[in-house]
């Protein structure tokens, strides 16, 4: 394990397709922006209570009938899996010459992940696994070419409300999709009579040229899910200030959206 850095991406993991990919996201913005990749697995308080009860069975998908499903079973699965998440972690920190570090944490994912992120800290989350954190810098190069093709050639979303938050997402939206040669587009989240005022805002930020920009009147976690699909992301950028880093909000994102999130505050 290398030694600790001053910058942190903290990744939630598990060895799923989902997790793994946004394993791939966070190892390139590490890269990207020389920061620490710091991979965190999370014991589902939720299955090692159910596997306490007394009437707990688990269903065979290749043996016939019911058999025992107790604590002592869920724990030895959950540390192989652990095992395997942090090798894969490892592997990938060696490929990219990241520096890294692993721990198991036991709670539910969103209040374990934003216990160890600041408020100040990026986010990137993956669907159903997988959260990163890290102190925004400077991001050229080479590792956002990489972190664009997980984009799949589908547009780079950026979130903006006239906030320093939405800024800096705007900025790091117009970085990603300029070194990708995809689509920028901008969700502008205003009322019908302030939206003029935001787009100007966004297109003064984007000399030489306007940005695709479309209005949406919430913020509300599945209205803006919604209008990411729409925009057909493969990125969606935003700031957050906070507001998915607790309740609903958080797991709306994580499972309503088929590409990785990158959260701002």
Same mark, same amino acid.
């Given at each position: 394990?290398? %030694?600790?850095?001053?910058?942190?991406?903290?990744?939630?993991?598990? @060895?799923?397709?989902?997790?793994?990919?946004?394993?791939?996201?966070?190892?390139?913005?590490?890269?990207?922006? %020389?920061?620490?990749?710091?991979?965190?697995?999370?014991?589902?308080? /939720?299955?090692?209570?159910?596997?306490?009860?007394?009437?707990?069975?688990?269903?065979?998908?290749?043996?016939?009938?019911?058999?025992?499903?107790?604590?002592?079973?869920?724990?030895?699965?959950?540390?192989?899996?652990?095992?395997?998440?942090?090798?894969?972690?490892?592997?990938?920190?060696?490929?990219? =010459?990241? !520096?890294?570090?692993?721990?198991?944490?036991?709670?539910?994912?969103?209040?374990?992940?934003?216990?160890?992120? *600041?408020?100040?800290?990026?986010?990137?989350?993956?669907?159903?696994?997988?959260?990163?954190?890290? =102190?925004?810098? *400077?991001?050229?190069?080479?590792?956002? !070419?990489?972190?664009?093709?997980?984009?799949?050639?589908?547009?780079? @979303?950026?979130?903006?409300?006239?906030?320093?938050?939405?800024?800096?997402?705007?900025?790091?939206?117009?970085?990603?999709?300029?070194?990708?040669?995809?689509?920028?587009?901008?969700?502008?989240?205003?009322?019908?009579?302030?939206?003029?005022?935001?787009?100007?805002?966004? *297109?003064?930020?984007?000399?030489?040229?306007? @940005?695709?920009?479309?209005?949406?009147?919430?913020?509300?976690?599945?209205?803006?899910?919604?209008?990411? !699909?729409?925009?057909?992301?493969?990125?969606?950028?935003?700031?957050? /200030?906070?507001?998915?880093?607790?309740?609903?909000?958080?797991?709306?994102?994580? *499972?309503?959206?088929?590409?990785?999130?990158?959260?701002?505050?």
């Amino acid at each position: 394990m290398r %030694d600790q850095g001053a910058g942190r991406i903290v990744l939630v993991l598990d @060895v799923s397709p989902r997790s793994r990919a946004a394993l791939e996201t966070a190892a390139v913005l590490a890269a990207a922006l %020389d920061s620490e990749l710091a991979g965190v697995f999370v014991e589902d308080i /939720n299955l090692l209570r159910l596997s306490g009860l007394p009437f707990t069975r688990e269903v065979g998908l290749f043996a016939p009938g019911l058999r025992p499903f107790g604590e002592q079973e869920v724990e030895r699965a959950l540390r192989r899996e652990a095992e395997a998440a942090q090798q894969l972690l490892a592997a990938t920190a060696a490929r990219l =010459s990241l !520096r890294w570090s692993f721990q198991v944490a036991r709670g539910q994912i969103a209040t374990e992940l934003f216990a160890l992120a *600041n408020a100040p800290d990026l986010v990137v989350l993956g669907r159903r696994a997988g959260a990163g954190a890290l =102190s925004l810098g *400077n991001y050229l190069g080479a590792p956002l !070419r990489a972190l664009a093709r997980h984009a799949e050639q589908r547009a780079v @979303v950026a979130v903006y409300d006239g906030s320093t938050t939405s800024r800096q997402a705007l900025e790091l939206a117009r970085q990603v999709a300029m070194a990708s040669g995809v689509v920028l587009r901008v969700l502008v989240a205003a009322t019908d009579a302030e939206y003029a005022l935001r787009e100007g805002e966004v *297109n003064k930020l984007f000399p030489g040229g306007t @940005v695709a920009c479309r209005r949406i009147a919430s913020l509300e976690p599945r209205a803006l899910a919604a209008a990411g !699909r729409q925009e057909q992301a493969g990125v969606l950028v935003l700031g957050s /200030n906070g507001r998915f880093r607790e309740g609903e909000g958080f797991y709306i994102l994580l *499972n309503e959206l088929d590409c990785p999130v990158v959260l701002l505050g």
